[in-house]
C-alpha cells in the first residue's frame, strides 16, 4: 500500500532519485515462467533515451537496465523482480546554488515544505523525469504478459505546441510511430512540431503536447466498478508521470459540447462479434472494457525548466528572487513521454488483467 | 480493498443499486466526536435531488437519509458509519423488455459480460447515476471534517452543450451557485444553457457539459507521491462518477499548446505567504498540493438515455435491433452532477488530510 | 482498506454495534452468479444463536438474517451484498452506569482513549462478540462458494477449562459436532467440560479454551509469500474475533519441544497424489497450502463478564472502584466461538482462492 | 498492496533470493528527518549473523547493509528507502541434484506447485531464512524511528528443545540477552538449552523453541479494530518469518485453561496512571494497546534442515525417494530469529505508529 506503488496484483513500486545512486522499480505479481532478460528491457529504455529528437535533453545517460532478482534461469519466478538503472552521468553541480530558490512549475517548493527540507533536491530528487525510466523498465515487463494475450499498447504523439496531428490509421501510427523522432504518425505536423520546437528552443523556452494512447486487443470485461475502474485506474497511473495535467478517455472533453444522439455509440455486429460503430467511449462503458480500442488522450504541460529568466521567493529570507534554470533540458518531453505513457498503461492493463484472472499466475 | 472503495485511512464504500432496495455508503476510519445528524446529511441529498431544474429527470425519490451505524449520542464515534436510502420511487416496468438489447452508452453490455449476465440490469444496477446519492451523504460528511480545517470544496457548473461561462470570482461562484437552477455562475452564459437543455428536450437529446471544481483552504504539502497524488486520486475517484470522461487540473489540456514561460506559475510572497502569481498548476505540483486553490475540471458526457431511435443488437439471437429508451431521464445532468463532485473530491480530501495528520483520529 | 475489512479480491467488512441498530456485514469481490438467500445464511446464525447449552448467554436475539443488496433474482450479482440483523433484544440499562468504570479483560478503557471517549459503550459497541453475528453471515456467504470446489471448513472444541478432548477421526468430528452442545467429539471431554462449566457458573466465573478448525480439499498452492501467507492471513483474520489470544498450526507451540526428524513430515505418494505420511506442518509450507488438511488451533480465553466482584477504576475521579457485572453472559463462549471461527476462515480461504483464481469472476 | 510487503502506512517489501544476487527491503513512508546512515543499520545485522552460538550455521556472509536511496546528506528524505545486501557466500552445488526430491518441513514442494516449477530453488530461495537479513535491515530503520517515542523492542529465547527459561526481570532480559550466545536470560536454562543443542548437532538433528517479545512504552490507544488490531498484524507479521508455527499474546494458550477471574487483569492505578495490576492480556484488550508491555510468544519449528536421512518423492517420475541433506545448516534458529522477530515487531508498531499520528511524516 506503499504511495509509490501501483496496483493490486501486479504491482509496482519506484525508487530511487534523479542524482542519488540509482532509479529502480521493484515488480510483485509478476506470474511465474515468463522468459525474461535485460534484452527484453533496454530496447524500451532505448527508446526513451534523449537524444532521439531536437526536442531533448543533452544530458546523456548509458541507463543499462539490470535485473537483480526474480528471475532465474531465463524465467520469472513469481517472486519480486527488482529492476535497476544506475546512474552514471549526474551533474548536481547547479542545484545547491539555486536550491533556496524553488523552481516555477517544479516540486521543489512542495516537496521541500512535504518533507520538511530533507528532500533530495538534486535534479528534483524523486520528482524528476528521470524515475520514468524505471517505470519504462516495469512496463516492458508488462508489455511482455500483455502480449501474451495479444494485448498491445500504442501511443503517439497528437499535439505539441499548438499543432495538432491528422487523425491517423492505427496501422500508419505503428508504421510511422518509431520512425519519427517525435513520434508523431502525420508528417505534415511533425515537421510544423518541429520547428516550433527550434523556434522555442532559440527562445530559452519549452512546449507542451499531447499524446494519445491506443490499447488494442483488450477483451471485454475488465475493470472493477465502481472505483477501481479502467479509467479511474488508468488516469490514477497516468497522472502520476511528471508533467501530465489532463487526462481524457474517448470523445474525452469534446463529448461535453455535443448531443447524447452524436456521442452515443451504436451497437453493431462485426465479424461475429458485438462492437460499436463509433468509439466515442474509447473503449470504456461504466468503467469496464468493451472491447474496442482503449483510447486515451494525456495533458503534458511545458517542460517547466527553461532558460529564461524567472520570478520566485528565495525561502531562506523569504525576498523575492530571480531564477535562470541552467542545466540539460528538454525543451519539450512529449516524444520520450509517449514511451512513459506506454509503460504506465500497460502496468496497469496487466493488473486489470490479473484480477480479471485473464493473466494466470503461472505462464505455462 | 474492496473495488467499491476510496481512501486508506478515511474510506468509504458503496453498495445497493437503483432499483433493488436501497442505496448507501459505509464510512471507516472517520475520527471519533465530530457531531452528526441526519440533519448534516439531508441538505446536500436535495441538492442533489432532481426537479430543481429542467435539466433534471423527473423521478421523484423522497430521498431520506438515514444513520444506521457508528453515531452515537450525537457524535460520530470512530466505528464505521452506515448511511442507507431507502428506494421507494423505483419503476421497473420497462427495464424487463429492453433487457437483451443494451443501450448505447450505458453499461448494460460491459456489465452483462462482466459479472455473466446475472447483474442486476434495472435501470443499470449498480452503473445507475442513483448511487452518487450515496456517495453524496458521505461527501456531506466529509465535508463537515474538513470544515474543521477551513478547507471548502466548491462546484459550479462551467460549460453545458457547448456553452461555456466566463469565468467569475470565486466570491461570485458561492453566491450564484445554488441560486442558480443550472449551477452557473454567469447568469447569461446560464440563460443560453437552458435554451440549448430546452430544445435537446425537445428532440428527444440530451446535452454534456464541464464541471469545475475548487477546493479553498488546502493546506500546502498535501499528496504522496508518486502515485498517491493529489491529482491522480482525485482524478480516479471523479472517474467513478458515472458519465465523467476527462479530468484535468489547473489549465490542464490548454497547457498543452502554451510555453514553459506562459504556463509556470512565478512565486511571490503574499500576505507574508509563500503564493504563485498565476495558478496554472491548479494548485498541485509534483502531485502534492502548493497551498493555492485545487482547481479541477471534469467533461461530462451527454446523458446517454435519450428519447430517440438508436441502433443497437439483441444480445439473444444476435442481430440488429432499434431501440427507443422510455423513463424518465435527465435531458442533462451537470446542474445535479456538480453536488456528486462536490462529495468525491471532499471525500478524497478527508483521505489525503487524515493520511497528512492534519484531522486526527479524535476531533476534541 | 478499512480496518474493518478483511481480504483483498473476497473482501467483507463490518459494522454496528451491539446495542445500535444493526450488525451488519458487507462483502465486495463475491462472484457473480451464486445461487443466495436468506435461506443460506439463517442456519448459520442459527448455529451461533446462544441456547444451545449451558455455556451460553440468555440474551435472546431473533437474529434474522437479510439481504439488501448484491442479490438479484436469487443469485449474486457481483456486486457489493449487504447483510445485516437488526437488533431486537438489546438492553442498556446497567451500561451507563458502569460507564466510568471500565470491565477487566475487555475494551472498555482502551476503546475509550483510543476513540476520545466518543466510543459507544453500550454493551461493548462494536467490541462486542455480538458483531461476530454479521462475519458468519459473510462466512455463510463464503463457505457456499468454497463447496463449488469441494472446501470444507470445520471446526470444533478441543478443551475447555483444561479438560482436553482426545483426538477423533474428522468423520467422527463433522457427525458429532453440531449434535453435541459443546461442539465436542469426544463425549467422554463433553461431559467433563460440562461439569466444569456448571461449576464456574455457580461460582460466578467463566472459562476459555482451545478451539480446532480443519479446512479439508485446500488445493496446494493456495497462499501469497511472503507476507499474505496462508497462516498469516488465517491468524490475522482470527485474532479479529474477540478472546482470541492465541493462534498455532499444526503441532503449533509443542513443535518447540520437539526433534526436527520428530516434527518434519515425510512426502509419501498416496492414491497417486503427493501427500505428506503426518500433518505437523498443519497443511502450510512456506506460507502454502500443501494439500494437507489445514490445521488451525485458536486459544480463547475465559470470558471476561463475570459476576464476581473486581477491582477497576474510575475513570472520572482517577480512584480505585469496585465493578459487579451484571448482565445477561456465556459463562463459556466456545461452543459459539466455534462457528465464528469457521467463518472466517471461510471467508480467508475465498479471498485466497479468488487470489490464485480458482474461484472465478462468475459462477458458471 | 504486493503479497511481499507489510504495513500500510510504513510499508516494507521484501525481495531478492538466498542464492541470487542480494537481499533487500524497500521502505516506504518512513518520515523525513530521520538520520540514518549504514551504521545504524550494520549492527543489528552483525546480531542476526550466524557464529554466535554453537547452535548457528556455518555460513559465514559479510552481510554489509548498503542503503541505495532514500537517504541525503545523512538523513531520510521521505522517500522510499532501499537497503540491499549483496550475496557473497552462496553455495548452490548441491542444490541442483536435490532439486527433485523436496525437502521435507521446506518450501520446496509448495513453491513448486504454487510456481509452477520457475521458483529459484536453491538454497530454498525467496523461502529461505536468508531473506530475514533484509527484513533486520528494516528493522533497525524502524526501531530508531520507534525510539523517538521511546518505544522499545525486547525479544529472548524462552524455550529451546523442551527447556524452558524461568520468568526474568525485564532488565535482566535486557542485560543479559546479548551477552548470552542463545538471547536467554535465564543463564542456568541457557545451559541446558546449548547441552541439548549440542546433542542434536553430533545426532544431526534440529531443535526448536520459543522466543518471546517484549514491547515497552506503547502508548494506549494503538491499534485499528476490528481487524487491523495490534495482535492481528503483529500475527500476520511474525507469521512471515519463516518456521514460525503459532503466535500467543498475554496468557495466551494458557488462557484456555483458566477462569476468568484469574485471567482478568484488575486496572489499578500506577504512578498516576491507570495500569492493570497483572498483564494476562498482553497489553492488548480489543486489538488495541492498553498501555502496559505488549508481550508476545512465538513458537519456532525445529531447523527442518536435518543431516539425518529422510523419506521424499522423486517429483520427476513420481518414486518415493530418500534424501539426505547436506549443506550448512542452523541447529536451531531460535537465538538468531530473536534478532528476526524484534524487526518485524518493529517494523509493525512503527506502521500502528503512523496510523496513530504518534510518528509524524516528518522528523522535526
Redesign the interface.
Known amino acids: 500500500?506503499?504511495?509509490?506503488?501501483?496496483?493490486?496484483?501486479f504491482?509496482i513500486?519506484?525508487?530511487?532519485?534523479s542524482h542519488?545512486?540509482?532509479v529502480?522499480s521493484?515488480i510483485?505479481?509478476c506470474p511465474?515462467?515468463l522468459p525474461l532478460s535485460e534484452a527484453d528491457i533496454q530496447p524500451e529504455l532505448d527508446r526513451r533515451r534523449p537524444g532521439a529528437s531536437a526536442a531533448d535533453t543533452t544530458r546523456r545517460e548509458a541507463d543499462q537496465a539490470e535485473i537483480?532478482?526474480?528471475v532465474?534461469n531465463g524465467?520469472?519466478?513469481?517472486?519480486?523482480?527488482?529492476l535497476?538503472i544506475w546512474n552514471r552521468d549526474a551533474d548536481s553541480s547547479q542545484y545547491e546554488k539555486i536550491r533556496p530558490t524553488?523552481r516555477?512549475?517544479?516540486?521543489d517548493?512542495?516537496?521541500s515544505?512535504?518533507?520538511?527540507g530533507?528532500?533530495?533536491y538534486r535534479g528534483?530528487?524523486?520528482?524528476s523525469g528521470r524515475?520514468t525510466a524505471a517505470l519504462v523498465m516495469a512496463g516492458a515487463v508488462a508489455r511482455k504478459l500483455l502480449a501474451i494475450k495479444n494485448i498491445e499498447i500504442i501511443a503517439h504523439t497528437v499535439?505539441?505546441?499548438?499543432v495538432n496531428a491528422l487523425p491517423q490509421d492505427i496501422q500508419a501510427v505503428k508504421a510511422a510511430c518509431d520512425r519519427n523522432p517525435l513520434r508523431c504518425a502525420d508528417p505534415e505536423a511533425a515537421a510544423k512540431m518541429l520547428a516550433r520546437i527550434e523556434q522555442?528552443r532559440e527562445?530559452g523556452?519549452?512546449?507542451?503536447?499531447?499524446i494519445e494512447t491506443v490499447a488494442l486487443n483488450v477483451p471485454?470485461?475488465l475493470?472493477?466498478?465502481?472505483?477501481?475502474?479502467v479509467?479511474?485506474?488508468l488516469?490514477?497511473?497516468v497522472?502520476?508521470i511528471?508533467a501530465i495535467?489532463?487526462?481524457?478517455?474517448?470523445?474525452?472533453?469534446s463529448?461535453?459540447?455535443?448531443?447524447?444522439?452524436?456521442?452515443?455509440?451504436?451497437?453493431?455486429?462485426k465479424d461475429?462479434q458485438?462492437a460499436?460503430?463509433t468509439n466515442?467511449?474509447?473503449g470504456i462503458?461504466?468503467?469496464?472494457?468493451?472491447g474496442m480500442p482503449i483510447v486515451l488522450r494525456a495533458?503534458?504541460?511545458?517542460?517547466?525548466?527553461?532558460s529564461?529568466n524567472?520570478?520566485?521567493?528565495n525561502?531562506n529570507d523569504?525576498?523575492?528572487a530571480d531564477l535562470t534554470v541552467l542545466g540539460r533540458h528538454d525543451v519539450c518531453i512529449v516524444p520520450r513521454a509517449v514511451v512513459v505513457l506506454e509503460a504506465v498503461i500497460a502496468i496497469t492493463f496487466c493488473d486489470l488483467a490479473r484480477?480479471?484472472?485473464i493473466i494466470?499466475?503461472?505462464?505455462?
Not at 500500500?1 to 496484483?9: A, D, I, N, Q, R
Not at 513500486?13 to 532519485?17: A, Q, R, V
Not at 462503458?285 to 468493451?290: A, F, H, M, Y
Request: glycine share 20%.
Open positions: 500500500m506503499s504511495s509509490s506503488s501501483l496496483g493490486k496484483l504491482t513500486t519506484s525508487f530511487g532519485e542519488g545512486r540509482l529502480g521493484l510483485d505479481g511465474a515462467g537483480l532478482s526474480g532465474f524465467f520469472t519466478t513469481g517472486a519480486p523482480i527488482c535497476v524553488p516555477p512549475g517544479q516540486a517548493y512542495t516537496a515544505v512535504r518533507y520538511g530533507f528532500n533530495d528534483g530528487g524523486i520528482f524515475l499535439a505539441i505546441g499548438g522555442a527562445e523556452d519549452s512546449l507542451g503536447g499531447i471485454v470485461g475493470g472493477e466498478p465502481l472505483f477501481d475502474t479509467d479511474g485506474e488516469a490514477k497511473a497522472l502520476g511528471p495535467k489532463g487526462v481524457e478517455f474517448g470523445s474525452g472533453f463529448a461535453a459540447s455535443r448531443y447524447g444522439s452524436e456521442n452515443n455509440d451504436d451497437f453493431i455486429i461475429g458485438i460499436t460503430a466515442n467511449a474509447g462503458l461504466g468503467g469496464i472494457s468493451t495533458a503534458v504541460k511545458p517542460t517547466p525548466s527553461i529564461r524567472q520570478q520566485t521567493v525561502l523569504m525576498t523575492p484480477r480479471a484472472g494466470p499466475r503461472v505462464i505455462a
